[in-house]
Antibody, heavy 121, light 108 residues
């Protein structure tokens, strides 16, 4: 049974760095073709794909945020971390992590419940 | 980056009716790698359809997906009360992957 859980601060000040952790179970990030991604959703708005990391350590970012995002993995701890630098109020929202099905059909098939982040001074 | 345009923005229907949701891609989607998700308020998205037309595990057969070129369609044959939610399409054929802006399915 695959489960994922996001954790991190609920309140961050503008210009600070946001660090979110996805802790998972039921799969290994050492398995070829497996990935974990991050998706966010501003209040009342649509889902936005942010980043994806594979067991190979290949990483992909959404172009509009590429300069501010870093995704890393620690397969031994079953964790994936997303860092976002220089946050501002528009980064407020719910952040989800999700397991991606085996590449190349790497749609997200299991999701965490999400963690809400507010950016405010 | 592929842009996915969903229509309509809001669809108002009654239980028992048929719902047709559209997702148009700005370019060809490799291998028709497109999924549909359902999201209810306060919940994470739930996978309904992947590879354009394959139902995910446990999804009722009233949900179906179709594709014609760059036009993808989610059909709900007979709406149940629990189907009223927001639906997103998601493209995973061309990196970076993208979501559509969503269609809200509301009770008429």
């Amino acid at each position: 049974q695959i489960t994922l859980k996001e954790s991190g601060p609920t309140l961050v000040k503008p210009t600070q760095t946001l660090t979110l952790t996805c802790s998972f179970s039921g799969f290994s990030l050492t398995t070829t073709g497996v990935g974990v991604g991050w998706i966010r959703q501003p209040p009342g708005k649509a889902l936005q794909w942010l980043a994806l990391i594979y067991s190979s350590d290949n990483k992909w970012y959404t172009p509009s945020l590429k300069n501010r995002l870093t995704i890393t993995k620690d397969a031994s701890k079953n964790q994936v971390v997303l860092m976002m630098t220089n946050v501002d109020p528009s980064d407020t929202g719910t952040y989800f992590c999700a397991h991606s099905h085996l590449y190349p059909t790497d749609f997200f098939d299991h999701w965490g419940h999400g963690t809400h982040v507010t950016v405010s001074s | 980056e592929t842009v996915l345009t969903q229509s309509p923005g809001t669809l108002s229907l009654s239980p028992g009716e048929r719902a047709t949701l559209s997702c148009r891609a700005s370019q060809s989607v490799s291998s028709n790698f497109l999924a549909w998700y359902q999201q209810k308020v306060g919940q994470a998205p739930r996978l309904l359809i992947y590879d354009a037309s394959t139902r995910a595990t446990g999804i009722p057969d009233r949900f179906s997906g179709r594709v014609s070129g760059t036009d993808f369609t989610l059909i709900i044959s007979r709406l149940e009360p629990e189907d009223f939610a927001v639906y997103y399409c998601y493209e995973y054929g061309n990196r970076p992957y993208t979501f559509g802006q969503g269609t809200k399915l509301e009770i008429k």
